[in-house]
């Protein structure tokens, strides 16, 4: 059984800083899972283009207000507490904070080590450095 507590892991390795967010892993590859799981915060007026081809990913929102942009179609939707969506496709999208931050809670398969951050096109690599 994994036990982990979101505030003891922030602050520590776990915890991943870049521009307009942060994210708290919780799971990672090493954990055998077969996915990773974490908490990401989307910081204030954020717009972060991305484009996940390695991974598929869902998200659930937890707190704060913004939208998603599917790239691919231009179609926008409202992000809110109880939100999901999933990246079934890999799709190229723009995701953009309200004016206060989002918290929200992901899953991405294949796994992530836990050293991802977004390269120049807005995807993580496949493989990174262990954590």
Wanted: with cysteine.
């Amino acid at each position: 059984m994994i036990v982990r507590d979101l505030n003891e892991a922030k602050g520590t390795e776990r915890h991943i800083h870049s521009n307009g967010w942060d994210s708290v892993r919780l799971l990672l590859k090493s954990d055998n899972m077969g996915f990773s799981f974490h908490i990401t915060t989307i910081h204030a007026n954020a717009e972060l283009e991305m484009h996940y081809k390695n991974h598929l990913e869902s998200v659930y929102c937890v707190d704060g207000t913004g939208s998603i942009e599917d790239l691919a179609t231009g179609e926008i939707h409202q992000i809110r507490p109880g939100v999901m969506y999933a990246l079934d496709k890999h799709d190229k999208h723009i995701l953009r904070a309200n004016d206060k931050p989002m918290i929200m809670a992901c899953v991405f398969n294949p796994p992530v080590t836990g050293k991802e951050v977004h390269q120049e096109d807005g995807s993580y690599a496949l493989e990174a450095e262990e954590a």
